[in-house]
């Protein structure tokens, strides 16, 4: 036991330093060639966690956890909190969707003993530590929660998320989703991002500006994932969104007069990807999305002659079907 909760503090030590990654390894201590006395890899700002490590200390942590949850924050020690703190580290790094856990970390926060700003830093590490954490939807609602509560709901006053973090979501959200296809909670973290984009565009805020070139990089950032994943759907539904919500938002454009946030952009794209890869079904699902989330005639129109040049096939003729039946019924 002793052993197990001087590797247990060993581990919150490092992930309490300014890292890069934290990663769960596959397979056991000696696979990796760690140190005995310091069983885990900690190599230039990256840590890796043998996964066989993180079993063994579970049961010691999960004790830790029980011991102190049920005590009331008001008379915690310090070293009570920080004992609780490296439990629930552990416990989500072997068991990501640990609510528990979870819990007694926002109870830290409430009650003082952990900032929002290394928690986000922890639940980075945490989502981008495996597959199976980046698909977790209780962490993305927990990093959720912090913003809320830091920044939203503020505890000082009620405010904005600033315009470095949501730029800076954008860019982890699609990391997430790269080790993580199709990874729904992360796009739905997306959405939230971008509510908080839309509110601060349509306000009176001077800063109306910043937070409509976050949309912009968004934007582009999402063009070219589209160019290197011709098969993900859910990110062209999310594109189209983003066009619909921002792109009528002229006083804020005509400050910005070299941008392209248009339907007009998007079937471009999407035509240009199609004279290239015109077997793949999201793609013509793309195309779709985007004829029906325009609702513009002029853009329809030309919508149609772009179909008409590109390569015949049964997604071709379905497409065609489809907006025949939609005019019908306008």
Not at 91 to 113: D, E, W
Not at 129 to 154: M, P, T
């Amino acid at each position: 036991m002793d052993d197990d909760l001087k590797i247990i503090t060993a581990i919150t030590d490092a992930l309490n330093t300014s890292l890069d990654t934290a990663e769960v390894l596959p397979g056991t201590i000696e696979q990796w060639q760690t140190n005995p006395a310091v069983p885990f890899l900690l190599v230039e700002k990256h840590l890796g966690l043998p996964q066989k490590l993180l079993y063994k200390i579970y049961p010691c942590a999960s004790s830790l956890l029980k011991r102190f949850r049920s005590s009331s924050l008001t008379d915690t020690s310090s070293r009570e909190a920080n004992a609780l703190l490296e439990a629930s580290s552990i416990i989500l790094f072997t068991n990501p969707a640990h609510q528990s856990a979870l819990n007694q970390r926002k109870r830290l926060i409430l009650a003082g003993y952990r900032s929002v700003k290394q928690e986000l830093s922890f639940s980075k590490l945490l989502l981008s530590s495996s597959r199976v954490a980046s698909k977790q939807s209780i962490l993305w609602d927990h990093r959720r929660w912090l913003f809320e509560f830091e920044y939203i709901n503020g505890r000082n006053r009620p405010g904005l998320i600033p315009t470095t973090m949501l730029q800076n979501e954008v860019e982890f959200i699609l990391q997430s989703c790269e080790s993580y296809p199709r990874n729904y909670y992360a796009w739905a973290h997306w959405e939230f991002c971008m509510d908080g984009c839309r509110e601060a565009c349509t306000s009176s805020s001077t800063a109306q500006l910043d937070y409509f070139r976050v949309v912009i990089f968004a934007f582009g950032q999402l063009l070219r994932w589209m160019e290197y994943h011709i098969s993900d759907h859910t990110a062209a539904h999310h594109l189209c969104r983003l066009v619909s919500r921002f792109h009528a938002l002229e006083t804020v454009q005509e400050q910005l007069s070299d941008i392209n946030l248009t339907f007009s952009r998007l079937s471009e794209q999407a035509v240009s990807l199609l004279t290239r890869y015109a077997d793949h079904e999201a793609l013509w699902m793309y195309l779709r999305a985007i004829w029906a989330a325009s609702e513009d005639r002029v853009i329809r129109e030309k919508l149609d002659i772009s179909v008409t040049s590109l390569p015949p096939c049964q997604y071709h003729d379905k497409l065609v079907s489809w907006c025949t039946l939609v005019k019908q019924s306008e």
